[in-house]
T-cell receptor
């Protein structure tokens, strides 16, 4: 199973872009990179996912390197409500459970006023 | 609004009692999942179901049971055999049971405390 490595915590000033890195050097060709975030005592919220190309939606942008060994989630204008734990997950087949997500401990992003 | 509803938000039980956590979705999703989260840790998969009347064990199924009699419902029973049942339980669903390109959508969880 491809594993991800994220910094334990990061700070960002309100209104600035938050850039959250993720390393996934053992990713295989058919595995997608997913990002979720979790605000305390709530369920994880889906943000974005991608395979090879960069992706953008109303919440964030996902930049995946050409070799696919790392990616960056970008929140273009962070607000206080973006303070959460952000999970980077590589998703593929795991022993037959094709929809299985393996969550690590994520990055705690603290947006400062 | 479409979504996943977990109830109740907080649940308290005495040791030795079985307890059932509810999960309902109106997203018309095929697949449903149960995860457990302990403080400071990531989520671990308990059970998942890719279609009605079928389900598979995840990584930590011992002491739990599920049923999937209806597409929209996937209740989880925490039995007295589960040694450490106190945790935050999360239910999720996804539209496509066989694809990696199908996000999971989560409910807001049930916090179970067993004393």
């Amino acid at each position: 199973d491809a594993k991800t490595t994220q910094p334990t915590s990061m700070d960002c000033a309100e209104g600035r872009a938050a850039n959250l890195p993720c390393n996934h050097s053992t990713i295989s060709g058919n595995e997608y990179v997913y990002w979720y975030r979790q605000i305390h005592s709530q369920g994880p919220q889906y943000i974005i996912h991608g395979l090879k190309n960069n992706e953008t939606n109303e919440m964030a942008s996902l930049i995946i390197t050409e070799d696919r060994k790392s990616s960056t989630l970008i929140l273009p204008h962070a607000t206080l409500r973006d303070t959460a734990v952000y999970y980077c997950i590589v998703r593929g087949a795991h022993g037959g459970a094709t929809n299985k997500l393996i969550f690590g401990t994520g990055t705690l992003l603290a947006v400062q006023p | 609004d479409g979504g996943i509803t977990q109830s109740p938000k907080y649940l308290f039980r005495k040791e030795g009692q079985n307890v059932t956590l509810s999960c309902e979705q109106n997203l018309n999703h095929d697949a449903m999942y149960w995860y457990r989260q302990d403080p400071g840790q990531g989520l671990r998969l308990i059970y998942y179901s890719q279609i009605v009347n079928d389900f598979q064990k995840g990584d930590i199924a011992e002491g739990y049971s599920v049923s999937r009699e209806k597409k929209e419902s996937f209740p989880l029973t925490v039995t007295s055999a589960q040694k450490n049942p106190t945790a935050f339980y999360l239910c999720a669903s996804s539209i496509n049971r066989g694809s990696y390109n199908s996000p999971l959508h989560f409910g807001n969880g049930t916090r179970l405390t067993v004393t």
